[in-house]
């Protein structure tokens, strides 16, 4: 490691890698290589991992992502079990539709762990690229849900509307994602060239905009419900030097991958643990920009 450590208060959120893998090819999926060969895959190692970021930062937030974190239940069970109820939680899933596991099978797991679980962010994007679960069935997930839709490369703006429409009717409030691998610092906040945030503005009612040095979110609002259209960078680390001369790599992601090993950044630079427990923490600076982001 060049520089100490520093993350905001809390911690940086923990990204977790799921062992096993979904069933489906979305063309802009990064992580899908990652899960082509299984070798030294382990859910024991992830445990170990996820209390050994408990220990040090006991109320940062866990993200289980994958793969398919609702392919395996049973695991996905053992994983939440490890993290006491300080922390919170989002898992992204399609919400598929499996041969092994019914539908049925993944509302109670739902049920089950409404009180662990902060949010499901359940993809479901303008072109379908997965076999999704109906509307009325993610309707009826018990814990909260958000709805993720990454606009990627010429995505059919003209249906914007009625794909919103879709989820108004249950109330669930909807992401927009630009494809972050294109984000850079220079387009994070350029918005004249942003072509998703000029079709959102031409559409619904804009309202205000929070962000950071990472990453932002356009609010959005269409009938009552928020919307928000998030951009964020491709990488999790900023390198700043403070007042008095020292220079830190400033962590907003840490990562748990599929065999346990536990990444300071999604491009593969290991985490020096022993270094992680002396981190610095800074108020977060995430903030609001302009206009209101709570209505
Ligand atoms: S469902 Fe998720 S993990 Fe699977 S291919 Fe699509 S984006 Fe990638």
């Known amino acids: 490691m060049s520089n100490p450590y520093k993350t905001r208060k809390g911690g940086a959120t923990v990204t977790v890698f799921v062992p096993y893998d979904c069933q489906n090819n979305c063309p802009f999926c990064i992580n899908k290589r990652e899960y082509a060969d299984c070798t030294g895959f382990s859910l024991d190692a992830i445990i170990e991992s996820i209390r050994t970021m408990d220990a040090i930062t006991p109320c940062c937030d866990f993200v289980f992502t994958g ?25 992204n899933t399609t919400f598929p539709v499996q041969a092994t596991t019914t539908l049925e099978e993944m509302l109670d797991f739902t049920r089950r762990n409404r009180e662990k679980i902060t949010c499901m962010n359940i993809s479901r994007h303008l072109q379908k690229y997965v076999e999704e679960s109906p509307d009325e069935v993610i309707a009826q997930i018990a814990c909260p849900t958000r709805i993720n839709c990454v606009l990627y490369k010429h995505y059919p703006a003209h249906r914007l ?29 350029e918005e004249e060239n942003d072509r998703i ?4 503005r031409s559409m619904f009612t804009y309202k205000g905009l929070d962000g950071c040095r990472m990453r932002n979110g356009f609010h959005f609002e269409y009938k009552g419900l928020h919307m928000t259209y998030h951009k964020t960078l491709p990488y999790s680390t ?23 090993d536990i990444h300071s950044d999604w491009t593969g630079v290991p985490l020096d643990v022993e270094a992680y427990r002396h981190v610095v923490f800074e108020p977060y600076d995430l903030h609001v920009i302009n206009g209101t982001i709570d209505f």
């Open 197 to 200: 945030l000029q079709d959102l």
């Open 238 to 260: 900023i390198v700043e030097t403070d007042e008095n001369g020292v220079t830190y790599d400033i962590l907003y992601d840490i990562v748990i991958k599929q065999n346990g």
């Open 67 to 91: 793969g398919e974190p609702l392919a395996n239940l049973e695991a996905l069970q053992q994983m939440l079990d490890a993290i006491p109820t300080t922390h919170k939680v989002y898992i």
């Open 161 to 189: 509307p009625e794909y919103v429409e879709r989820f108004l009717k249950y109330g669930i409030p909807v992401q927009f994602r630009y494809d972050y691998t294109e984000t850079t610092p220079e387009n994070l906040y």
